[in-house]
């Protein structure tokens, strides 16, 4: 499925570091999410982009910083990550209107040493 | 705020059994409820959903039904296979929004052979 594709899928970095986990939607919509999945609250929802536009932030903490460039691509810049930030990160995207469904990429499976 | 619950958390049958999921939700203006399924190590896809103007709807093995009065709604599987293990998530509309969704904590699904 190359619906929705995201890199890298696998990331281990040290608390200090500084990475990019990076989404690419090619299905036309124009919304755009990034959740958290981990086994403490399975699908936990951080931001959203809708026509570019940042429309929700979740009381996400600021080590997580979104940015949307355009209605394909989405980022999801990290810096000086916690341990409790291991955990599968999934984009996501959607028409805004019609059909609700998400369709959901591959997912980064993020370890923080 | 909006609130989607979802029983049980782990569910294990017999191969050939039937296999029912609840969720309840919060808000009674919610017209859309999907059912995603996420099988080991793959990315969150949507199985199922339905439309407050219908109570039901089925899709070979798999049913959905949905009581608006009571605000709750059940994802039904028929003659379950060892291929049904996943976990399953119900999801609702956020409030005054037509695409962003809220998700229940899931449902780990075990099929035994």
């Known amino acids: 499925e190359t619906g929705v594709t995201q890199t890298p899928r696998h990331l281990v970095m040290g608390m200090t570091n500084k990475k990019s986990l990076k989404c690419e939607q090619h299905?036309?919509?124009?919304?755009m999410y990034w959740y958290k999945q981990s086994a403490k609250k399975p699908l936990e929802l951080m931001f959203v982009y809708s026509l570019e536009e940042r429309v929700e932030n979740n009381s996400v903490p600021s080590r997580f910083s979104p940015e949307c460039p355009n209605s394909s691509h989405l980022f999801l810049h990290l810096h000086t990550l916690q341990p409790e930030d291991s955990a599968l990160y999934l984009c996501?995207?959607?028409?805004?209107?019609?059909?609700?469904?998400?369709?959901f990429g591959p997912g980064t499976r993020l370890t923080v040493l | 705020g909006e609130n989607v619950e979802q029983h049980p958390s782990t569910l294990s049958v017999q191969e050939g059994d039937s296999a029912v999921i609840k969720c309840t939700y919060s808000d009674s203006a919610s017209n859309y409820f999907p059912w995603y399924k996420q099988e080991l190590g793959k990315r969150p896809q949507l199985i199922i959903d339905i439309r407050s103007n219908v109570g039901e709807k089925k899709d070979q093995r798999i049913a959905v039904t949905l009581n608006k009065t009571a605000k709750h709604f059940s994802l039904h599987i028929t003659e379950t296979q060892p291929e049904d293990s996943a976990v399953y998530f119900c999801?609702?509309?956020?409030?005054?929004?037509?695409?962003?969704?809220?998700f229940g904590s899931g449902t780990r699904l075990l099929v035994r052979p």
């Open positions: 299905l036309g919509h124009n919304a």
């Open positions: 999801a609702a509309p956020v409030r005054d929004s037509s695409y962003k969704l809220i």
């Open positions: 996501a995207s959607s028409p805004v209107r019609g059909r609700n469904e998400q369709f």
